[in-house]
């Protein structure tokens, strides 16, 4: 009766092992899951944030380009009417400094521009390698799951195995194909 008992207590024990392995082993793997599908929802917010941010930088742009050629068109108008007032005309040498003028401001217009494009490029940049990194963390939480079932398979395997073997072998050893190379 004793050995009765204490055999039913090592299998009931061995179950137990086995269940709380295979649970660990599910729950481990969801849990690292879900971390690396956090991190992947992060790097998508981080990925927006950055589009609005170029977004940002291009109305930016556009805003100080418009500031640009008002203060440009000022500064002309006031050339011209000093031209004017001079009485020298608007010929020769004060037609070329009104031309270079203008040319000077549609230049400081053109690399306004080309600054925020650059800015909104750079984040643009950014919010793909966010992307990226989001990609690579579902990727990785996909495969942390995968790792958790193979786990979870290990364990249910080894834990009924070692029952079937009586509990003293370490899993398949006392099957009749053992230690063969073959397939049993």
Partial sequence: MEAAVALFSSQAFQIASTVFSVIG??????????????????????????????????Q?????????????????????????QSGTGFGG???????????LAELDMLNVAYEGQMRARGHEIQAQGEDYSAGVNRSNARNVRRAG?????????????????????????????????GVW
Avoid: C, K
Avoid at 34 to 57: L, P
Avoid at 60 to 84: C, V
């Fill in 149 to 181: 079932i193979f786990s979870a398979g290990r364990s249910l395997l080894t834990g009924f195995g070692g029952m079937r073997g009586g509990g003293g072998g370490g899993g398949f050893a006392s099957h009749p194909g053992a230690g063969y190379a």
């Fill in 93 to 103: 040498s004060n037609a070329d400094l009104l031309d270079q003028s203008a040319t």
């Fill in 60 to 84: 930016q742009s556009a805003s100080e380009q418009a500031r640009q050629n008002r203060r440009a068109r000022q500064l002309l108008g006031e050339q011209r009417a000093a031209t004017a």
């Fill in 25 to 58: 082993a599910i729950n481990d793997a969801n849990s690292r899951s879900d971390a690396y599908e956090s991190q992947a929802a992060w790097n998508q917010y981080n990925a927006t944030v950055q589009r609005q941010n170029a977004d940002a930088a291009l």
